[in-house]
């Protein structure tokens, strides 16, 4: 999730420059949506949790490689979904709530810092989903809002550079799409996101656009595997109006994350682990992330 990093020391300490977006994680979790994508299960309720571990040894501003940076970031997230029995217009309907916890540690020019707790929930209030045959498979689309919501840990303690909160909220009207048969799965999860403004900072973040992305084939038994990854890219300029903060916002964060994944399927659900690795990044740190997924019916 988000860990602050509110001002980092470069070129020889001469200057500060303020993250791309104030927070050092963008508001939506990158990377997580490539299993199901638009498919809907039937009705019922549903777990799902997801287990990460980002590995980061290099960030950039402008061209510039920040000194003496280093982020590990542990994430262990569960989600409730309830698929309801009735239907809009055909559309299946269901709602859902995620729930994370952090650990971060972050090292940067010469300064340190980790911290523990609750990070921001977040909702779908409504998902309106949809399939139909297409040739020997199926094609099924979504549509929905994740609201991401400030009840994450967030620090105020001039020293902290880690904190497992945003505080504020953000909005992502998603869609997702999804063509599978019996052998074959390709889906894409695509939103964008508003930030509001956070309180403590008045620091408005940028728009984000994000593409979660996954092809897999099933090649034995009940195993998938293939690629997956995702792209980001902060559309518009942070606003930041404290003059006392000399935040660079025009410094918009963007990259490409390339990876593979392998899925089991069980009578009980799916297990799924991936490894996404980061290229092409700008503005923002450049690393691994590592994933274990589960999905069952309760």
């Known amino acids: 999730m988000s860990f602050r990093v509110a001002t ?14 104030e927070n050092g994680e ?20 549903y777990f799902s949790s997801f287990t990460q571990l980002y590995l980061a040894g290099h960030s950039e501003r402008h061209g510039v490689d920040v000194p003496g940076f280093r982020l590990v970031l542990f994430v262990q997230g569960g989600r409730l979904q309830h698929v309801w029995k ?37 909702f779908v209030p409504l998902r309106l989903s949809n399939r139909f045959e297409v ?13 991401v919501t400030p009840t994450g ?29 019996a052998t074959l799965n390709v889906g ?7 930030n509001t403004k956070n309180p403590a900072t008045h620091y408005v ?3 984000e656009f994000q593409i979660d992305y996954v092809a897999e084939h099933k090649w034995f038994d009940a195993f998938w595997g293939g690629a997956c990854g995702y792209f980001y890219e902060q559309m518009t300029d942070d606003v930041n109006p404290d003059p006392a903060v000399p935040g660079d916002v025009g410094n918009q964060g963007r990259v490409l994350g390339l990876g593979a994944q392998l ?19 700008e503005n923002r740190a450049e690393g691994d992330r590592f994933f274990v997924q589960l999905f069952l019916p309760l």
Do not use: C
Not at 106 to 117: C, F, L, P, T, Y
Not at 160 to 167: H, L, Q, V
């Open 8 to 21: 980092i020391v470069f070129l020889t300490g001469l200057s500060q420059s303020a993250e791309a977006a």
């Open 26 to 45: 963008n508001s939506v979790i990158l990377g997580v949506d490539t299993m199901v994508h638009a498919r809907t299960p039937p009705p019922g309720w």
């Open 86 to 122: 009735p239907q809009l217009f055909g559309h299946s309907i269901s709602t859902d709530m995620l729930i994370p916890v952090s650990w971060a540690d972050i090292r940067v020019a010469g300064r340190s810092d980790n911290q523990v707790g609750m990070g921001d929930i977040q």
């Open 135 to 147: 040739g020997s498979g199926s094609f099924a689309y979504a549509a929905f809002s994740k609201v």
């Open 153 to 181: 840990l967030y620090r105020t303690e001039p020293n902290a550079i880690a904190s497992p909160g945003t505080n504020h909220w953000a909005f992502a009207p998603s869609v997702a799409l999804t063509y599978f048969s």
């Open 188 to 194: 894409t999860t695509i939103g964008y996101v508003f």
């Open 205 to 207: 973040n940028g728009q």
């Open 263 to 281: 899925r089991r399927e069980f009578s009980f659900g799916n297990i799924n682990v991936k490894w996404i690795h980061e290229v092409l990044a």
